[in-house]
Nanobody, 124 residues
Framework: VQLQASGGGLVQPGGSLRLSCAAS????????VAWFRQAPGMERQFVAV???????YSADSVKGRVTISRDNAENTVYLQMNSLRPEDTAIYYC???????????????????WGQGTQVTVSS
């Protein structure tokens, strides 16, 4: 599956953005799809995931502020981010995996396909 991330931009603190991860080649329903982010000088970190049963999990740092969802007709996964903070500034990547289980869902190694990333900047 090929992934294309989009929707990033510059937003003020407290604002919202919706990121999109458009899949091609295969149906996104076959995969768990996650979002990761990487800030300058930092390691890439897990943000949220939606598994093949549409269960969702998110990192403690964004819990209550993000919603991950899947639109099978559009073959796209979305990440709605609200109440954005300057520390949310990063490049956001979407990734898909077919062997993701509860114990590895936050690990980059569980995901074989990656999108190119979209920049999110939270600043006044």
């Amino acid at each position: 599956v090929q992934l294309q991330a989009s929707g990033g931009g510059l937003v003020q603190p407290g604002g919202s953005l919706r990121l999109s991860c458009a899949a091609s080649g295969r149906s996104v329903r076959r995969y768990a799809v996650a979002w990761f982010r990487q800030a300058p000088g930092m390691e890439r970190q897990f943000v949220a995931v939606i598994d093949r049963s549409d269960r969702t999990y998110s990192a403690d740092s964004v819990k209550g502020r993000v919603t991950i969802s899947r639109d099978n007709a559009e073959n796209t996964v979305y990440l709605q981010m609200n109440s954005l903070r300057p520390e949310d500034t990063a490049i956001y990547y979407c990734a898909a995996g077919s062997s993701v289980i509860t114990s590895n869902l936050a690990s980059q190694d569980a995901y074989a396909s990656w999108g190119q990333g979209t920049q999110v900047t939270v600043s006044s």
